[in-house]
């Protein structure tokens, strides 16, 4: 399968937004920050993170509704890329808790514009015939690239930074420094090769003031649409449970006393073994199909739930070792990487198939929306769960749940639903 130049961009993308969710979202940045700011810092992050998560959920579909007119979408792309490179680059330059935080949050604003904006770019770059293995190759690439290249040059910084004259804190700052590099360096090919091939034309208003005309139909046309509506509600659901599970992984098992090691390289091996498989999810769909292959990557989640249910409830009661448990939770953390990158892989696709083209990047918002408050929900049933039962077991229970009501949705609304795409 050969692919053209405008494929080959939108795909690295993938590869250079992944070193900011890994090093600045997830990992170094984050740990650092609550270092510094010793007091509450864990508090003062989450705070931040739920301020930009709001903010980039309400303008998205508007962001969405302008980046449809023609030739707005790259516009509108190195708009965000740049203040997402230029705040995560402030972030690295100042030990003011302040302007960390004020950086982090206008970094992670400008991060989620640009995804937004780079997803809806995958009806312009490619055919709904190719759609389902580009999506899949995109995030094979992330797992590849910005998942593990930039986060182990933040370990080696880190680990032995120290031999070169290198303290913890000047490592923190080369490791922010190197990830905004990664990113801007691996979003040069989108910027010269990507182009939107359709859109919306110019009427005699401004871009920004027909787009409020434009929500309001896009919004009668989801709700008239019962496919793209089932698809929604159960996308919800499941990526909500997917989100959960990402960012709870290592909260559940620090509360069940395993070994922080332990954990840290499984989660590693996650992003490892999701390399091959998301690319095997797309070879998949062309057998079996988008939705079968959505189905079966959240009844895989489904059994991940239930099996790390016995974990924690064989701790919890006494009759499992914390041995054998940090060894299902390798377990575990494999079988996360057989499904995660393909199933957002083909959630992506499936979903640019079924909207219009022309109006793809208010169709991505609106699901940008979705998806963030999904990604909100999940912690929070997981916390009241354990707050209500006092085991982080049942918190999994839960979770799990989350996955049948979609399975179940997407079941019963089937006849609505395409299924071979």
Same mark, same amino acid.
């Given at each position: 399968? %050969? @692919? ?5 961009g ?12 890994t ?10 920050f ?11 992050? +989450?705070?931040?993170?739920?301020f ?21 979408? %790259? ?12 705040a995560?680059?402030?972030? *690295?330059?100042?030990? #003011? ?40 190759? /995109?995030?094979? $690439? ?18 032995? +930074? ?18 905004? =590099?990664?990113?801007a ?7 010269? *090769?990507?182009?939107q ?7 005699? !208003? ?6 409020? !005309? ?11 649409? %019962? ?12 990526? /909500? ?40 999810? +797309?070879?998949?769909?062309? !057998? ?36 054998? =448990? ?14 995660? /990158? ?7 696709? @499936? ?29 929070? #049933? ?22 049948? #009501? $979609? ?7 089937r %006849? ?6």
């Open positions: 399968m %050969k @692919y053209t130049s405008q494929e080959k939108w795909i690295l993308y993938d590869c250079a937004n992944s070193a900011y969710t090093v600045i979202n997830s990992t170094v940045f984050p740990i650092y609550a270092s510094v700011i010793t007091k509450d810092g864990d508090m003062l992050w +989450g705070i931040g993170t739920s930009a998560t709001i903010i980039t959920a309400i303008i998205a579909p508007y962001i969405g509704a302008i980046a449809d007119y023609r030739g707005n979408k %790259k516009r509108i792309f190195s708009m965000f890329l740049f203040l997402g490179l230029m995560t680059l402030l972030s *690295s330059l100042t030990d #003011i808790m302040q302007i960390m935080l004020l950086g982090y949050v206008i970094s992670f604003i400008g991060y989620s514009g640009s995804i937004l904006v780079y997803d809806s770019f995958l009806t312009d770059v490619t055919t709904p015939k190719r759609m389902n293995m580009i999506s899949c190759l /995109g995030y094979t $690439a992330g797992y590849i690239g910005g998942s593990t290249i930039p986060f182990l040059v933040s370990i080696l910084l880190l680990q032995f +930074g120290a031999n070169f004259g290198i303290d913890a804190t000047l490592a923190v700052k080369f490791s922010i420094v190197f990830t905004v =590099a990664w990113w360096v691996f979003s040069v090919p989108l910027l010269f *090769s990507v182009h091939n359709g859109g919306v034309s110019y009427g005699k !208003k401004p871009p920004y003031i027909e787009a409020f !005309k434009s929500l309001s139909i896009t919004v009668k046309r989801i709700l008239k649409n %019962k496919g793209l509506m089932v698809y929604l509600i159960a996308h919800f659901f499941y990526i /909500g449970g997917v989100s959960t599970v990402i960012i709870m992984a290592s909260s559940y098992g620090t509360a069940l006393n395993l070994s922080t090691t332990q954990m840290t390289m499984a989660l590693f091996v996650t992003q490892i073994v999701a390399a091959p498989c998301t690319y095997l999810f +797309g070879k998949l769909c062309g !057998k079996f199909g988008a939705l079968n292959m959505i189905v079966a990557g959240i009844i895989v989640y489904i059994c991940i739930c239930a099996v790390s249910f016995a974990l924690g409830y064989g701790l919890e009661n006494g009759f499992m070792s914390v041995s054998a =448990a940090e060894k299902l939770f390798w377990v575990l953390a494999i079988g996360v990487g057989t499904v995660q /990158g393909g199933l957002q892989a083909i959630s992506r696709s @499936y979903y640019g198939k079924i909207i219009s083209a022309e109006h793809s990047g208010e169709y991505f918002g609106f699901l940008d929306v979705f998806a963030k408050y999904a990604t909100a929900l999940g912690p929070l #049933i997981y916390s009241l769960t354990k707050l209500a039962t006092g085991r982080s077991s049942y918190s999994l229970i839960s979770i799990m749940l989350m996955f049948v #009501i $979609a399975v179940i949705i997407l079941t019963a609304g %006849k609505h639903l395409k299924v071979d795409i």
